[in-house]
């Protein structure tokens, strides 16, 4: 009973201050923080304490499966290198400098230690960042990286910490032993990640049953989750390339109706979880002043000086480090124009001369395809260059969260100051949430920095939806074999089908083409409108139906079915 009156007023202050956060113009989890740490410190609110396990083994899995399974793949390939940097380059070199620091301030921790410190407190969380990112219309490609690389710096943290807490222990014979366990682990995530995308995506295509594909999901992130943990790997890299696998696999695997289903219940879980584990980890600062043992030999106040010197060099060591990334990153951009280059002249010689043997046109077939690819990548090295401006963002946007506070407390008992190290990593998590968190906003509306061209991206998909057109159309030449039938189809119902089509390309194209005029005289949003008061009315006249009895229930409850779903693709049309 009081269980539940908790989470009743849990999901309460979650939905509550996530809504006032969207008018204050700042990230919920920002704002939860310090509702929590408030809520902390009231008359009658019990110390909490929730063990690293819940999170680490029960939240973490979800959340960063609900975040994988909406990146798109291909953008993920494109940024993996500055992706890769940030999250393994980057997560190691902060582990070890911030480490070092710690090591020189605290005489009875041991290097090792120092170093799992910094491992704990090295990745950081990209949710605040993303939400006040998309909010303020940072560029598509800073929001790709920053949510790249918040799925994967939890793996190598984590992996780190492992290896580092077992050099602290004595379990660890030599420096070498840690790289191999560390390779090995990312490989084993691998292998279970791609295994589990691939065996799921395979069950699920075979379901008809939304609530049967509903539930299946929900376990996924868990089956790729443990047993790679159990076979000593990294069980957060395998949930990440189980929702890459799972989300690229998608359009062509699941139906529509799943696919709908999936995106509603996956982000809602990622709402409640997310935000949820935030007032968490304010929740637990009165827990954590009063865990602090032996204030004589490191005092409460000590604990969080430590803590604020170690966000100063974590803001330090990140900045340093983007520098040569974006250098980097200008060098691989002129890099791809040679190789396009080089690709062309390639396709130029094999459209010039003739193709003999089969090999040679499979070899033309690749070179066109890889030539396609490379060249899409490189507009989007163009259009969407990642400069000076936009490496301030990345610098700045590294705060810490959910799994610094949750690795924190995973220490063993036998590691010194353990309960201010715990204190230390909260200081780091909470000051780097607000602080950053609190001023990226600023930080962005400065810099000037516009996202994606609303106009551009309306062009675009009126083009895309013309493509699409015609491709589907062309099926209409044989409409007796598109329909599966060996009687003539009436011209009629051809023609129907012809113009439903036109009519969702006409109407993207009349969004873009009278953007600057009154929307209300578009013909197309005036069928909307209309269309909108039709269902509209028919909804009355069925609680009406509904209210008399007139009809079974089981035929009213399809016809509301049907008036949602057309009440639905209009409203979408109409944005």
Do not use: C
């Amino acid at each position: 009973m009081e269980l539940g009156v908790y989470a009743v007023i849990a999901v309460a202050v979650i939905v509550g201050m996530a809504a006032f956060a969207r008018r204050l113009g700042v990230a919920a989890p920002i704002v939860l923080v310090i509702v929590g740490v408030v809520l902390s410190f009231l008359p009658g609110v019990p110390e909490i304490e929730v063990p690293p396990e819940i999170i680490l083994d029960g939240l973490l899995p979800p959340i960063l499966y609900a975040a994988a399974i909406s990146v798109p793949l291909t953008d993920f390939r494109r940024n993996l290198a500055p992706i890769a940097g940030l999250s393994v380059v980057l997560v190691v070199i902060t582990a070890f400098a911030s480490g070092f620091v710690l090591f020189t301030m605290l005489p009875d921790l041991s290097l090792a230690a120092a170093i799992a410190l910094g491992a704990i407190i090295s990745p950081p969380d990209a949710v605040a960042a993303t939400s006040i990112g998309r909010k303020l219309g940072l560029p598509p490609r800073l929001l790709t990286v920053l949510e790249g690389e918040g799925l994967v710096n939890d793996a190598t943290a984590l992996v780190l910490l492992r290896t580092a807490l077992a050099a602290a222990l004595g379990t660890l014979t030599t420096p070498w032993a840690g790289v191999v366990d560390f390779l090995s682990a990312v490989v084993i995530a691998a292998v279970v990640g791609l295994v589990v995308g691939f065996v799921s995506v395979w069950v699920r295509s075979k379901l008809t049953d939304p609530v049967l594909d509903t539930a299946l999901s929900v376990v996924v992130p868990f089956a790729a989750f443990a047993p790679t943990e159990a076979l000593h790997g990294s069980g957060v890299l395998a949930v990440v390339i189980t929702g890459l696998y799972t989300g690229h696999a998608a359009p062509r695997q699941f139906s529509a109706q799943a696919r709908i289903s999936d995106a509603i219940n996956w982000r809602t879980i990622q709402f409640l979880l997310e935000n949820g584990v935030f007032l968490l980890i304010g929740l637990e600062l009165r827990t954590l002043v009063a865990d602090v043992e032996n204030p004589e030999v490191l005092s409460v106040w000590d604990a969080i000086g430590l803590g604020l010197i170690a966000v100063l060099s974590l803001i330090v060591i990140r900045f340093v480090l983007i520098v040569p990334l974006i250098l980097y990153l200008r060098r691989r951009a002129e890099r791809a124009e040679r190789s396009v280059l080089r690709e062309w002249l390639m396709i130029s010689y094999f459209r010039d001369h003739p193709v003999r043997y089969r090999w040679q046109a499979l070899r033309k077939q690749r070179a066109e395809q890889r030539y396609e690819r490379h060249r899409s990548d490189l507009e989007e090295y163009r259009q969407e260059a990642i400069d000076w401006k936009g490496g301030v963002v990345l610098g700045w946007a590294g705060m810490r969260g959910v799994v610094t506070l949750a690795a924190a407390q995973s220490l063993p008992t036998s590691i010194p100051y353990r309960p201010q190290l715990i204190l230390i990593a909260f200081t780091v998590a909470f000051v780097s949430l607000v602080l950053q968190g609190g001023t990226l906003p600023l930080l962005i509306r400065t810099l000037g920095l516009q996202g994606a061209d609303a106009g551009a991206d309306r062009r675009l998909l009126a083009q895309l939806l013309d493509d699409l057109s015609e491709a589907g159309l062309a099926v209409l030449d044989d409409p007796e074999t598109a329909a599966g039938t060996t009687t003539t189809v009436d011209p009629e119902v051809v023609e129907r089908v012809r113009q439903s089509s036109y009519l969702r390309a006409e109407s993207a194209w009349e969004r873009t083409l009278a953007v600057d005029g009154p929307h209300e005289d578009r013909p197309h949003h005036v069928y909307r409108t209309l269309r909108l008061a039709v269902v509209d009315a028919e909804r009355t006249r069925l609680l009406l139906e509904r209210a008399r009895g007139s009809y079974p229930s089981r035929v009213l409850t399809e016809a509301q079915s049907l008036l949602d779903l057309e009440e639905t693709r209009l409203r979408t049309r109409s944005r």
